[in-house]
């Protein structure tokens, strides 16, 4: 579903990103862990370019995202992208946020779209909150609409960027468990994260990145029970 | 009561009374005049701006730099000049002789450049989160503008473009240098007829006072407005 082939990518002089491989299958659930600072953010914005890559294939799809020659707007359709700071329109009532793009960007009848974001909130718990505005909602709210919001387009892919980062801890958990049913139905996940627990248990693959490279991957078993890199032994001490 | 008709019939016979209660139609009439001038130019400047605003944070080369050369030189030359040169310099090629016309391409132009750059302060000031995530949603550079990016800016520009228009109505006293008989021309009029120095100017001051504080409490009543939407 998406593969990432020698990627490099600078910020001015700073490398953060130094020659990345990734292949990720159809229905896998990805988990990124790693230090801050060690590329893992800006790895999932160059998978639906919100930033450039300097050098290095993505293919989403069949489609190589990096080719200037493709329809991005077109290919960023197939992803879903749910941010730390939720990014909702606060401008929009939740119900107007989730329709918005289906009915301009795809055409989708308003009627239909408002059928299918009235399912999508009660998928996420939230289908009282329809007509209610971002700023009357809490973080774990607002993030839950952020992904339905991202879910409306059908995504074939959904790239999480630290989705429960800027929650007090007692929204973590509905946030999670949004995820984790997301993941139960077969979606294709890449999701960069400091929730251990999550990773442990959702993820099919945990990779451990670290300035700028892929240090470690492997099924959640192997990462944190048996870390073989000492990169990855030391971060896990610092978190676990 | 019989104190106020007092004091109203000691003013009356005042000279300079006089001029300013007789010529009172007159300025008024020329007030008009100049909220028409602003109103025109205003409508100019805002189509004019918001283009100017968008050029200028255009990534196409061209259109950043008619946008730059556009503002910088109506924002580094004097409203004055700019309208002599315009007026008689410019527009008669263009078949365009007549003052009131002149005057409001001249202010339009002007107050577009100063809108533009309040439009692109207001467009920067809108979080990059918003850009990033309309784009994610597959939306092209326009339409995240159009649904997400300037829905939130309007909000934003709404005080600094009131104070624009305060400045412009001001500024609009300039134009009378080409003979449009708005209020500071009426002004210079009945002044050069009566010498009434102190009253004349005093009583052209207290109308333009009374027209830019009504807009500053529009702007107010505006915001305020907004604030608890």
């Known amino acids: 579903m998406i593969d990432i082939v020698d990627v490099y990518k600078s910020f001015g002089k700073l490398e953060v990103l130094k020659g990345i491989n ?60 749910v941010f730390q700071h939720f990014n909702l329109f606060p401008h929009k009532t939740t119900l107007e946020n989730i329709t918005l793009a289906p009915i301009k960007i795809k055409g989708v009848p308003k009627e239909e779209a408002i059928e299918m974001a009235m399912s999508l909130l009660r998928k996420v718990g939230l289908e009282d909150k329809a007509h209610v505005y971002p700023a009357n909602l809490s973080g774990g709210q607002k993030q839950r609409v952020a992904i339905a919001r991202a879910l409306a ?37 890449v999701v960069v994260t400091h929730e251990m627990g999550f990773a442990r248990e959702v993820g099919d693959r945990v990779i451990f990145m670290d300035e700028g490279q892929i240090v470690e991957e492997g099924t959640p078993e192997e990462i944190f029970n048996n870390p073989k890199n000492s990169r990855t032994q030391s971060f896990l001490s610092k978190v676990l | 009561m019989a104190e106020l008709w007092g004091i109203i019939g000691g003013l009356s016979e005042i000279r300079g ?20 001038v602003t109103a025109l130019s ?12 968008l050029f200028r944070l255009s990534h196409r080369v061209l259109l950043r730099s008619v946008a730059i050369a556009y503002i910088d030189f109506f924002r580094g030359t004097p409203l004055f000049v700019q309208i002599l040169l315009l007026h008689f310099g410019i527009l008669p090629y263009f078949g365009i002789n007549e003052a009131f016309t ?24 809108v979080d990059k ?101």
Request: proline letters at 4%.
């Open chain 1, 22 to 81: 990734l292949h990720i299958d159809q229905q896998e659930v990805v988990c990124v862990i790693g230090p801050s600072g060690s590329g893992k953010s800006t790895l999932l914005r160059c998978i639906n370019q919100l930033e450039k890559v300097e050098k290095g294939h993505i293919y989403v799809d069949g489609e190589e995202v990096t080719d200037p020659k493709t329809d991005i707007n077109r290919v960023r359709q197939k992803m879903g992208m």
């Open chain 1, 153 to 189: 387009m059908q995504p074939k892919v959904m790239l999480f960027d630290e989705p429960t980062s800027a929650l007090d801890p007692e929204m973590v958990g509905e946030v999670l468990a949004v995820m984790k049913d997301l993941a139960l139905e077969g979606m294709t996940m």
């Open chain 2, 17 to 36: 009374f006089q001029v300013v209660w007789e010529n009172l139609p007159y300025f008024l009439e020329g007030a008009l005049i100049t909220i028409e």
């Open chain 2, 42 to 53: 205003v409508a100019m400047g805002m189509v004019l701006g918001l283009f100017a605003g």
């Open chain 2, 102 to 125: 002149s005057a409001i391409i001249a202010c339009g132009l002007n107050s577009g450049a100063y809108i533009g750059e309040i439009v692109r302060a207001g467009i920067q000031a």
């Open chain 2, 129 to 229: 989160g918003q850009m990033e995530a309309a784009r994610s949603l597959g939306m092209n550079e326009r339409q995240a503008m159009t649904y997400v990016i300037l829905p939130q800016a309007y909000k934003i520009v709404i005080p600094p473009l009131i104070n624009e228009f305060i400045a412009l109505l001001k500024d609009t006293s300039l134009v009378s240098t080409i003979a449009v008989a708005e209020l500071t021309y009426r002004g210079n009029l009945v002044y050069a007829n009566t010498y009434q120095a102190a009253w004349v100017w005093g009583a052209v001051a207290v109308i333009y006072f009374i027209i830019t504080k009504s807009l500053g409490l529009f702007g107010d009543y505006v915001e305020r407005r907004l604030k608890t939407e």
